[in-house]
């Protein structure tokens, strides 16, 4: 699915042309702003996702339909940080961000934390 593009319109009430939106994109406007949360260590399974700015869809799972996007998320949790509060905040920054980025919908952002970072720094 990461090389699918949907059709979105653009211009206020005048169509001026179709923009192409890959769900690759979508997924690394998902993967850039959950990496921006204070406590999320790394992207995807276990320890190899380290954030950096090599793959930030690593991890990240969208399915987009029309104008919906559903997000599912695998993330490190640093030690020490509360695991509800830092979900809570990637869920919000997630979806403000690719409604803010793209005019899709968030139906929802679903988080599966694949670990706790136990590494100081």
């Known amino acids: 699915m990461a090389d699918e593009e949907r059709s979105i319109s653009v211009g206020q009430g005048r169509k001026i042309g179709d923009v192409q939106i890959a ?3 979508v ?3 998902a993967g850039l702003a959950a990496s921006e949360v204070d406590g999320v260590d790394s992207m995807g399974s276990g320890f190899t996702g380290r954030l950096g700015m090599r793959n930030p869809g690593k991890g990240v799972k969208v399915a987009v339909t029309e104008d919906h ?3 599912d998320l695998a993330l490190t949790i640093k030690y020490g940080y509360s695991i509800p509060s830092v979900c ?3 869920q ?3 979806s403000a961000a690719i409604e ?3 005019g899709l919908v968030v139906l929802d952002v679903n988080i599966r934390v694949a670990g706790v970072n136990m590494n100081e720094g």
């Open 23 to 25: 769900d690759e994109v």
């Open 27 to 29: 997924a690394v406007i």
């Open 69 to 71: 996007v559903s997000v």
């Open 88 to 90: 809570s905040q990637v």
């Open 92 to 94: 919000e920054k997630v």
């Open 100 to 102: 803010n980025m793209t």
